[in-house]
């Protein structure tokens, strides 16, 4: 490497110093023979198309392992779910997408306001104390409400749920006393 060079990807010109350490790759050896290759697109374009890669692949990849992670607590192998029990990553990419779009299905809340990005929306599954099919009986719901409702079977959470409407409601109707969820006096 000794001139300016010009990225295939972008077109930038970059002065023989940029030039040096944008298109290097790494020292190769082959046979007695040592050499040095070059990229033709500049390190920002690679690192770009990576970034663009990687969120395509969120999505994909949390259904992987959300799939791996269930397998392994419940006691599946990961065919057994796919074939036994309807875990199908397409099927759990569109119903995750679609719970992420549409809020909570417990609390209600926006998964968008939570902030913590793809890692706020978890599986629950719903009656653990049955068969875990994917349709009949999972659930993508935050984080916080799948950790408050633990072990928990449908009816106890039920109650559970129930206890919050009525704190949100008394909350509503004598503010001071109460506050809503999450403010510091209700802790
Ligand atoms: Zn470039
Ligand atoms: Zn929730």
């Not at 690192?47 to 799939?67: C, G, I």
């Not at 995750?96 to 968008?112: D, E, I, Q, T, V």
């Not at 913590?116 to 629950?124: H, K, P, V």
Request: with cysteine; glycine share 8%; proline share 5%.
């Amino acid at each position: 490497m000794s001139g300016p060079k010009t990225c295939r990807t972008c077109g930038v010109t970059y002065p023989a110093d940029e030039a040096a350490v944008l298109f290097q790759r790494k020292t190769e050896s082959a046979g007695m023979h040592t050499y040095r290759t070059e990229y033709a697109t500049c390190r920002p374009c690679q690192q770009t198309k990576r970034d663009t890669v990687k969120v395509a692949n969120r999505w994909p990849q949390k259904m992987r392992d959300t799939l791996k992670r269930h397998a392994g607590r419940l006691g599946y192998s990961v065919s057994d779910l796919a074939l036994r029990f309807g875990w199908n990553l397409s099927v759990m990419e569109h119903e995750a997408r679609h719970a992420y779009a549409n809020g909570c299905p417990y609390c209600h809340k926006s998964f968008k306001s939570m902030g913590r990005d793809l890692f706020n929306i978890t599986l629950d599954i719903v009656n653990p104390a049955i068969p875990p099919d994917f349709i009949t009986n999972t659930r993508w719901v935050c984080d916080t409400c799948n950790r408050a409702k633990g072990g928990k079977d449908p009816s106890s959470w039920g109650a559970y749920m129930a206890g919050f409407r009525r704190h949100e409601e008394e909350a509503r109707r004598q503010p001071r006393q109460l506050g809503f969820w999450g403010d510091a006096t209700c802790q």
